[in-house]
């Protein structure tokens, strides 16, 4: 079996699909985008394809250390997410070839099925109680919602007071069972992100994601004093990235996107390097099914995954949503807050191609906000 040609899909709302089809007939689909750059990963999936043409999909760990290493400069959002998609694609494939799920070729399950969460609040976050009393009542027993609006590195209290009231608001109305993850989005630099964190205790989050960027790492050290799970890893791109943080014992919580950080192939390496640390995983996944779908394949080989993201209903999905793009819209049914692992070939969905080429004419440009602070200065969105 060789590759034999490949298709790209720009689709909104912000996603970007990648189809690789082999000389034997068989189809595999992936989701390379970094959001807010979608056109540019599309670009370096192409220079990646035009390197594999012609070799056997089923050598993945090959045809990985090739996309990677055989490049001098190498990592980052961008290459990375090329190779995720790719790397899903293949995988897809050789599930079809062997006409089982991906997991059954990883090992098998660890697990039936998964926690999943909810996002609610959007960007600038308000009446969170009344939205996460809403996904509640559509079975999801955890939320997860951005903290803040923008952050000056100090700030007035009273920003602080105003995520107070928003996560007590939703505590009170849900009670103490209730998950509440609190996204910092990494809008919070070290000065406020302590202020907030000792703040936020006493209401015992499911985790805060991302207290300051990547970059600031270190300063883990000072809020994992908290009894609070820290989360982070989304903007962590392969195993490299997270070997520091996890010999560090500052991070409870790693989030890889399978869309962005390597794909199936890194992203259970990365969750194995975390168990050995005793550090639980959350993949990212704001995206689409696809990505999701790789996911929770991964999800079910790992004994560490413990909640999934997922995006049905996120903010972000105005023109299209999850399960706009998939045949079978019950393989991501939400039972009493988890989802089953998908047990049909491949990634374990089928992707309705006639609609993805349809939706693809019309496409998307979607970019990540700007924002400002009141002097002019950028702030983190």
Same mark, same amino acid.
């Given at each position: 079996m060789?590759i034999?040609?490949?298709?790209?899909?720009?689709?909104?709302?912000?996603?970007l699909?990648?189809k690789?089809?082999t000389?034997?007939?068989?189809?595999?689909?992936?989701e390379p985008?970094?959001e807010?750059?979608?056109?540019?990963?599309?670009?370096a999936?192409?220079?990646?394809?035009d390197?594999?043409?012609g070799?056997?999909?089923?050598?993945?760990e090959g045809?990985?250390?090739?996309?990677y290493?055989?490049?001098?400069y190498?990592g980052?959002p961008i290459?990375?997410?090329?190779?995720?998609?790719?790397?899903?694609?293949? +995988?897809?494939i050789?599930?079809?070839y062997?006409?089982?799920p991906?997991h059954?070729?990883?090992g098998?399950?660890?697990r039936?099925?998964?926690k999943?969460?909810s996002?609610?609040?959007?960007?600038?976050?308000?009446d969170v109680?009344l939205e996460?009393?809403?996904?509640?009542?559509?079975?999801?027993t955890?939320i997860?919602m951005?903290?803040?609006?923008?952050?000056?590195?100090?700030?007035?209290?009273?920003?602080v007071?105003?995520?107070?009231?928003r996560?007590?608001?939703?505590?009170?109305?849900?009670?103490?069972n209730f998950?509440i993850?609190?996204?910092?989005?990494?809008r919070?630099h070290?000065?406020?992100a302590k202020?907030?964190v000792k703040?936020l205790?006493?209401?015992?989050?499911?985790?805060i994601?991302e207290?300051?960027l990547p970059e600031h790492?270190?300063?883990?050290?000072i809020l994992s004093?908290y009894s609070v799970p820290?989360?982070t890893?989304e903007?962590?791109f392969?195993r490299y990235?997270?070997k520091?943080i996890?010999?560090?014992?500052?991070?409870?919580?790693?989030?890889?996107?399978?869309?962005?950080a390597?794909g199936i192939t890194?992203c259970?390496?990365?969750i194995?390097?975390a168990e050995s640390y005793?550090?639980a995983a959350?993949?990212?996944c704001p995206l689409?099914?696809?990505a999701?779908a790789?996911c929770?394949q991964?999800d079910?080989?790992?004994h560490n995954?413990?909640?999934?993201e997922q995006?049905?209903?996120?903010?972000?999905?105005?023109?299209?949503?999850l399960?706009d793009?998939?045949?079978?819209?019950s393989i991501?049914n939400?039972?009493k807050?988890f989802?089953k692992?998908?047990n049909?070939?491949?990634?374990g969905i089928e992707i309705?191609?006639?609609?993805?080429?349809e939706?693809?004419?019309e496409g998307?440009?979607w970019?990540?906000?700007?924002w400002?602070?009141?002097?002019?200065?950028?702030a983190? +969105?």
């Amino acid at each position: 079996m060789k590759i034999k040609d490949y298709e790209l899909y720009q689709v909104p709302p912000r996603w970007l699909f990648l189809k690789i089809t082999t000389d034997e007939g068989i189809e595999g689909w992936g989701e390379p985008v970094i959001e807010g750059k979608a056109s540019t990963v599309k670009a370096a999936v192409r220079e990646l394809m035009d390197t594999i043409i012609g070799e056997n999909p089923s050598n993945i760990e090959g045809l990985w250390n090739q996309m990677y290493r055989s490049s001098f400069y190498r990592g980052g959002p961008i290459l990375m997410s090329a190779i995720a998609g790719i790397d899903q694609a293949l +995988w897809d494939i050789k599930g079809k070839y062997f006409n089982a799920p991906i997991h059954e070729l990883m090992g098998g399950k660890a697990r039936k099925s998964i926690k999943v969460y909810s996002w609610i609040g959007g960007d600038r976050p308000s009446d969170v109680a009344l939205e996460a009393k809403k996904v509640a009542d559509k079975g999801f027993t955890a939320i997860k919602m951005n903290a803040t609006e923008e952050l000056q590195y100090i700030d007035d209290f009273n920003k602080v007071q105003e995520v107070i009231n928003r996560v007590e608001a939703i505590r009170n109305e849900m009670g103490d069972n209730f998950g509440i993850g609190i996204d910092f989005h990494g809008r919070v630099h070290k000065p406020m992100a302590k202020i907030l964190v000792k703040e936020l205790e006493q209401y015992h989050p499911l985790f805060i994601e991302e207290p300051v960027l990547p970059e600031h790492n270190d300063v883990l050290k000072i809020l994992s004093n908290y009894s609070v799970p820290i989360a982070t890893g989304e903007r962590m791109f392969s195993r490299y990235d997270y070997k520091d943080i996890l010999a560090s014992g500052y991070v409870d919580i790693i989030q890889p996107d399978l869309s962005h950080a390597g794909g199936i192939t890194e992203c259970k390496k990365i969750i194995s390097m975390a168990e050995s640390y005793d550090v639980a995983a959350a993949p990212h996944c704001p995206l689409g099914p696809i990505a999701l779908a790789a996911c929770l394949q991964v999800d079910a080989t790992c004994h560490n995954a413990f909640i999934q993201e997922q995006s049905l209903g996120i903010h972000y999905n105005k023109s299209n949503d999850l399960l706009d793009y998939i045949k079978d819209r019950s393989i991501f049914n939400y039972d009493k807050g988890f989802v089953k692992i998908p047990n049909k070939a491949g990634l374990g969905i089928e992707i309705n191609e006639d609609y993805v080429k349809e939706r693809a004419k019309e496409g998307h440009n979607w970019k990540n906000p700007v924002w400002k602070h009141k002097d002019g200065s950028i702030a983190e +969105w």
